[in-house]
T-cell receptor, first 116, second 115 residues
Framework: AQKITQTQPGMFVQEKEAVTLDCTYD???????LFWYKQPSSGEMIFLIY??????QNATEGRYSLNFQKARKSANLVISASQLGDSAMYFC?????????????FGKGTMLLVSP | DTAVSQTPKYLVTQMGNDKSIKCEQN?????MYWYKQDSKKFLKIMFS???????INETVPNRFSPKSPDKAHLNLHINSLELGDSAVYFC??????????????FGPGTRLLVL
């Protein structure tokens, strides 16, 4: 079974600052994928970034980067230069490769508020 | 040019009614999913279909029945609605399961309220 833990129910950051959203996971699978999604107040789920368990380099997508520490089973999301539009709920998720990444397990989410 | 669309966006109904939520994707994906997001924002997979065949069926009451007429559509039919069914239901799709980096793309969600 997979388990995702997001220990920060809420985070505050000032505009233009960087913020790190924590995510730890538990799995017995050797090959898996890690995903981050953003859910703004409008409700849609927006894919942000993906990291494969065998990827040696941390994934980056624009202002988003994933700080992947496999030995610690952590996959923290780093948002650089926060913008007001980054205020949203952020979900970490994982899926084992053996399922074709079809069985996504989500964490409980972290609410990020960006202030001017 | 919406990638994954759902109808309706909002659904308010009485207990005991039967309702359907429709989902369509134009991404050419082979796998589609239904998720339920509860009032505490927790997301949990309900069903997954690969090329019209059911591949995941989590512990969901059999009042919920997915139907996939073709690989671009996955509808969710709910019989005898209960108060606890109130939630946001998300449809998602991804490329053929078994590959790498099979990111799931989500629809806008359907907000169901059972009175």
């Amino acid at each position: 079974a997979q388990k995702i833990t997001q220990t920060q129910p809420g985070m505050f950051v000032q505009e233009k600052e960087a913020v790190t959203l924590d995510c730890t996971y538990d799995t017995s699978d050797q090959s898996y994928g890690l995903f981050w999604y953003k859910q703004p107040s409008s409700g849609e789920m927006i894919f942000l970034i993906y990291q494969g368990s065998y990827d040696e380099q941390n994934a980056t997508e624009g202002r988003y980067s994933l700080n992947f520490q496999k030995a610690r089973k952590s996959a923290n999301l780093v948002i650089s230069a926060s913008q007001l539009g980054d205020s949203a709920m952020y979900f970490c998720a994982m899926a084992p490769f053996r399922s074709g990444y079809s069985t996504l397990t989500f964490g409980k989410g972290t609410m990020l508020l960006v202030s001017p | 040019d919406t990638a994954v669309s759902q109808t309706p966006k909002y659904l308010v109904t009485q207990m005991g009614n039967d309702k359907s939520i429709k989902c369509e994707q134009n991404l050419g994906h082979d796998t589609m999913y239904w998720y339920k997001q509860d009032s505490k924002k927790f997301l949990k997979i309900m069903f997954s279909y690969n090329n019209k065949e059911l591949i995941i069926n989590e512990t969901v009451p059999n009042r919920f029945s997915p139907k996939s007429p073709d690989k671009a559509h996955l509808n969710l039919h709910i019989n005898s609605l209960e108060l606890g069914d109130s939630a946001v239901y998300f449809c998602a799709s991804s490329r053929l399961a078994g590959g790498t980096e099979e990111t799931q793309y989500f629809g806008p969600g359907t907000r169901l309220l059972v009175l």
